[in-house]
């Protein structure tokens, strides 16, 4: 019989279970519309999609425009509203934006901190974890209702969608070893699947 709020046989009402929820909707909605493309725009496509390089480097221009606007917001310079809700959504947004730039720079002197989020955040070391963090710092600038917080959003979603095609480049090397891009994507192996399926349980 089903349940209800995490009772065996029904739906999981968690945090968790939402996030991992969220990440496999984006992560199948991203497959379904890769298989429906026709052939020219998979060949253009392939140059951008499923290359981790360019995926990192629009993740971290998305997480610095987001920073910007919300330092910019904090100061009164960009129009959003002043009340308690806005400050804590804004730390939220300062918070996330500067672990998704300290995860996405590579940088030697960052590396150390890096993997002190890793070992906190273990879903962070993989595709679908980022493409998460994206997506969430997506919706935060959202809700600033404001045109440039909504740009800074959409851009913020292109980066979900870029790291979501390296999960799936990934999934794809690991049966036949090609992927969208050839060459450019790392192998997906055992040490990446145990990252996804931490992910799926715990982020």
């Known amino acids: 019989g089903g349940g209800v709020g995490g009772s065996p046989g029904g739906p999981s009402l968690s945090p968790g279970g939402q996030a991992a929820r969220a990440v496999q909707w984006f992560q199948g909605a991203a497959v379904g519309v890769a298989s429906v493309l026709p052939p020219p725009v998979k060949a253009v496509a392939g140059q951008v999609l499923g290359d981790p390089a360019i995926a990192s480097r629009a993740g971290a221009a998305a997480a610095a425009i987001v920073l910007f606007l919300t330092v910019l917001g904090v100061f009164g310079l960009v129009g959003t509203e002043s009340c308690s809700m806005t400050w804590l959504v804004q730390l939220q947004q300062v918070l996330l934006a500067l672990v998704a730039i300290l995860i996405e720079v590579e940088h030697p002197q960052l590396a150390a901190p890096r993997e002190l989020v890793y070992s906190q955040v273990r879903c962070l070391s993989t595709p679908g974890g980022l493409a998460l963090l994206h997506l969430v710092q997506g919706l935060f600038a959202w809700s600033e209702h404001t045109a440039l917080f909504i740009c800074a959003a959409l851009i913020c979603y292109a ?20 992927g969208l891009v050839a060459g450019a994507h790392l192998p997906y192996g055992v040490e990446d699947q145990r990252n996804e399926e931490i992910m799926m349980q715990a982020c």
């Open 159 to 178: 980066a979900a969608l870029l790291q979501t095609t390296v999960w799936y480049t990934r999934r794809v090397s690991s049966s036949d070893n090609t």
